[in-house]
């Protein structure tokens, strides 16, 4: 066979078992997996390194305004490229529809944006408007050019939709073979606590982590499954932060409800107690959910490797700690007005391959999985995630034992710091591919701008027992037929 690259003499992940073997390339996909390839006009030496997916970025806000109208740091270009030097090979940013605009419009507007992409990209729709023309041409027009998830949310004025709205959009997501993911606080907790903190003079960062309490988080998780389990539909929690959230995750899925959910590195590796740092410095630590305690990080651990998690995201949110974004608002302010989010997206990789797989709290098949393999299956990626002949050379080849620090400079985003910060770590890509070609190598940028194409995502496949309701059931309902 004619291969354009081989790489020879790693350990390679194949089935979620790993061996020694060679990769041959051609034209940009995986042709054959060998015990041992000749040829190839390009050779890469892999001996002593791990070969596995590239990563999959399920979660980031690239290039997206907020609903205020704040635009985060990175662009396609800055953002991909963090990716990349993250272990990632391709990503699936959030578009956003604000109140008023089309889907149509929003999905030409992040189609410019996303040119300067140096991965492949998708995108989630964010859906805070479901109009009429929404739900019934918009949302399945961008269902059929390959937008085959969206997002909406339980709280924040601007993009809580409601219970009737999110029904809504479950049943147009069941009936085009769509994944909703959803972000579950319950609104009237948080406003609860945050009128009774501010009356009360607590102002300080701090105060962002007994703000939106833990039984907001559980309370709408649960409110939201059952809002799916009555329309029979898939359902994806976004970065739970709980243990009860994770504990109702877990009792869903073992009852046969077809529910997915992630947790982010940053509620692994940070506590509520990053928060009370000196000053504002605090501010670099809030988001939404916000830090949990250390006895709430050990218990995600848990069921990280319990199997309750498909994936571990960044939910990479890069707003610079200065006026253009944590203080948009100005700089004396109190934490409600500090913008919500905290960059990661270059960290996620490294630091889990560190804490979950060096730990020896992760297997090889485990993390590759998280951070990629399930996020291909959930979301409707065909030939990414894994590797296999006739799948994309989508690869990150891994020196397992390299020891550094995590640095601003090492993330390669247009922000002005990284939460990780000196924190040291096991393992790190050395080469990342996008299919075949190299975009990361030797810790150099070796890709082309505008390279990375949109990746159109098929019909979701997930299958499982659901739930049919009773009421919807026309043997149990006198007969009537009540779509879905």
Not at 57 to 67: C, F, L, M, N, P
Request: glycine fraction near 10%.
């Amino acid at each position: 066979m004619r291969f354009d690259t081989v790489i020879h003499g790693g350990t390679v992940l194949v089935g979620g078992e790993t061996c020694k073997a060679d990769i041959g390339i051609t034209d940009g996909r995986i042709a054959a997996i060998a015990e041992r390839l000749t040829g190839g006009e390009r050779r890469i030496d892999a001996g002593n390194r791990l070969v596995l997916p590239g990563g999959i970025e399920a979660h980031a806000h690239i290039a997206q305004e907020s609903s205020s109208g704040l635009m985060g740091a990175d662009d396609y270009f800055s953002g991909s490229v963090s990716a990349a030097f993250g272990g990632n090979s391709s990503f699936i940013p959030f578009a956003a529809q604000h109140r008023g605009q089309s889907i149509d419009a929003v999905l030409e507007t992040y189609g410019a944006r996303a040119a300067p992409s140096v991965i492949d990209y998708g995108w989630h729709l964010i859906v805070t408007d479901p109009t009429e023309a929404v739900l019934r041409d918009e949302l399945p027009r961008a269902f059929a050019r390959g937008v085959t998830s969206f997002k909406v949310f339980t709280t924040y004025d601007m993009m809580n939709i409601g219970d009737a709205g999110m029904l809504d959009i479950l049943t147009v997501a069941k009936e085009h073979g769509a994944v909703t993911m959803v972000h579950a606080e319950n609104d009237a907790m948080v406003r609860w606590m945050n009128a009774r903190l501010l009356d009360a003079g607590h102002t300080e960062p701090r105060f962002h982590a007994i703000s939106r309490p833990e039984l907001a988080e559980e309370e709408a998780i649960g409110r939201a499954v059952a809002l799916a389990r009555l329309v029979d539909t898939p359902l994806f929690i976004v970065h739970v932060s709980t243990a009860g959230g994770a504990a109702l995750v877990a009792r869903e899925r073992q009852a046969g409800t077809r529910l997915y959910a992630e947790t982010c590195p940053h509620y692994l590796a940070f506590t509520r107690d990053d928060l009370d740092r000196p000053g504002m410095e605090g501010a670099k630590f809030v988001c939404s959910p916000p830090l949990r305690d250390r006895e709430t990080q050990q218990a995600l651990w848990a069921h990280l490797q319990a199997g309750t998690f498909d994936s571990v995201s960044s939910d990479h949110a890069p707003y610079r700690f200065d006026e253009t974004g944590k203080f948009s608002k100005g700089t004396d302010i109190p934490y409600p007005k500090i913008a919500n989010g905290m960059p990661g997206i270059a960290a996620r990789l490294p630091w889990l391959f560190s804490e979950g797989v060096v730990a020896g709290r992760l297997s090889l098949a485990d993390f590759a999985a998280l951070t990629a393999g399930n996020a291909a299956r959930i979301f409707g990626i065909t030939g990414k995630g894994a590797l296999l002949p006739g799948m994309d050379a989508d690869i990150a080849v891994w020196n397992p034992e390299a020891r550094h620090r995590l640095t601003l400079a090492g993330q390669h985003d247009n922000m002005d710091y990284t939460p990780f910060e000196g924190i040291e770590v096991t393992g790190r890509p050395e080469l990342v591919m996008n299919r075949g070609e190299a975009v990361v190598a030797d810790g150099r940028f070796v890709g082309a701008r505008g390279r990375g194409r949109f990746i159109a995502r098929k019909r979701t496949t997930l299958s499982g027992p659901g739930h049919r309701a009773k009421e919807l059931d026309p043997a149990c309902n006198f007969g009537a037929h009540i779509a879905p």
